[in-house]
Structure formats: structure tokens, C-alpha cells
């Protein structure tokens, strides 16, 4: 049997969800249900709200689809991950794309970096979360990812919690074997950090160094626009680790150079 059930749209809403309680529609939902997939009273939809799971509804209204009535959890709530995905901002296709694709590679949070190079300094935080609601009610996912406002990469690394793991993407690193590398890597809370077109500066490259846990990691011989390298940065890391982030770092851990 399919882990997952692709038969019936699947929609983030922000109501609880219960036998038998209805569960309002925001306008561009009932739109959405009503005029771009035609459903009708009483037909399936599966919901989730970040909080009780997935459910099996049905669509209440005559002509317009006005709520959601949940009949049955179809999966309990999973933890969310906790994987952070640190990225200079791009411009507005290549960022709709990349939050995308994060959501789909297992990112918990998403945390917007200004760095010195970086092009794009305003960002539609909105437009971001609709992009990461969208790929979660796409992919299965149970909780959409956070989306935080954007920092200074020198303000970053002055909250930085010492126990996280920072894998930093660098064209410069001299690591033959990345998976291998991640193999290596302590497990627990992580994030990944992928730089702006143009690279990070030595300044910045030399105070991602200093974090007390870091993994410096090459992504291969070619250079890679930001939104691949953040495709591919978070491949490996799933790949190799897994969902890593969903529990705290191990005490005896060692840093990794």
C-alpha cells in the first residue's frame, strides 16, 4: 500500500481539526476547491494544520465550497523538522524555487542571510511562505516550514547556538568526498548555509570558520548557481544524515573541521 494517499488535493488550513468539525475556507481556498479543481459538496480532500495530523474531509457547501468537515486522521502529526536552511536572498523565480525545492528536501526553517555580495536584499516573506505552504500540501509534508526574517550573516553568527552543526557550502573547500564528509559529520541539530552568486568574502568566510561546529563542505568541480547549490547541498545532507535536526546534538559529538 502507497505511504501516501495522491488520490484526493491535500490543503494547509489554519483551523483545528476534529471528527466531525468543520473547518473554515479562506476565499482563495474556496476558489481554489471550487473553481480551478471543480469539487463539489462532499468531495474528498485531505487536510493538515501543523498540529493534528492529516485528515480526511469533506467539502461542505451546495455551490461553493464555504468549509471543510473532517471525518478521519489519515496520519498522525510527525515531528517538524528542525533542519535550517541559511541563504542569501535571489531574485524573485530563482527564490520561488529554491524555498520550493528546500521544503521538499526536508528544511524546517527557512532563515534569509544578507551578505555583502548578496543582490536581493528585499524579500517577500509572504510570497515565501505561500511557496513553502504550497510545496508541503505538494509533497506530503506536515508542517510548513518557518519562514524567519532576514539577518546580517555577522548578526547570524553572533546568535549563533553553539550546538548546531553548520554545513558551509564552499567552492573553496578541499574535500575530495562530501558524502564522506557528512559521514563523518555529529549528528543532531544542523543547518545548511549556501552563499550568494559570487561567492562569500574571506572576511565571512573566515567567521563561518571560527564556529565552534562547522562542516566545510565542496558540492563538486563545477560552480553552481545559489539555488542549485542549495538543490544539491540538500540532497547529500538527506541522503547521508537523513532528517537530521529532529532531536538535540550529542554531548560527545566532536566539531568537525
Request: hydrophobic share 45%; proline share 7%; with cysteine.
Amino acid at each position: 500500500m502507497a505511504r501516501y494517499d495522491f488520490s484526493a488535493p491535500r490543503l494547509f488550513v489554519e483551523g483545528d481539526l476534529a471528527p466531525g468539525g468543520p473547518v473554515p475556507l479562506s476565499k482563495d481556498q474556496t476558489h481554489y476547491l471550487t473553481h480551478v479543481l471543480r469539487l463539489g459538496n462532499n468531495d474528498p480532500v485531505l487536510a493538515f494544520n501543523g498540529r493534528d495530523g492529516e485528515w480526511r474531509c469533506r467539502v461542505e457547501g451546495r455551490k461553493a465550497a464555504t468549509a471543510l468537515v473532517a471525518e478521519a486522521r489519515t496520519r498522525e502529526q510527525s515531528p517538524a523538522a528542525t533542519l535550517h536552511l541559511c541563504f542569501a536572498p535571489l531574485k524573485h523565480a530563482r527564490l520561488d524555487y529554491m524555498v520550493q525545492k528546500a521544503v521538499e528536501m526536508g528544511a524546517g526553517v527557512l532563515r534569509p542571510v544578507i551578505t555583502r555580495r548578496t543582490q536581493a536584499a528585499r524579500i517577500n516573506e509572504d510570497r515565501m511562505r505561500a511557496n513553502a505552504v504550497e510545496a508541503a500540501e505538494q509533497c506530503g509534508i506536515l508542517s510548513v516550514p518557518e519562514v524567519w526574517a532576514p539577518v546580517r550573516l555577522d548578526a547570524l553568527l553572533a546568535g549563533w547556538e553553539p550546538d548546531r552543526l553548520m554545513v558551509f557550502c564552499d567552492e573553496d573547500a578541499e574535500v575530495a568526498d562530501p558524502l564522506q564528509a557528512l559521514r563523518g559529520a555529529p549528528r543532531g541539530a544542523a543547518a545548511v548555509i549556501i552563499g550568494p552568486e559570487g561567492g562569500f568574502e574571506e572576511g565571512e568566510r573566515a567567521a563561518l570558520l571560527a564556529l565552534p561546529r562547522r562542516l566545510r563542505l565542496s558540492l563538486g568541480p563545477r560552480i553552481l548557481r545559489a539555488d542549485t547549490a542549495a538543490v544539491a547541498a540538500l540532497a547529500l545532507v538527506g541522503a547521508v544524515l537523513g532528517d537530521i535536526g529532529r532531536g538535540d546534538a550529542g554531548e560527545d559529538d566532536p566539531a568537525v573541521a
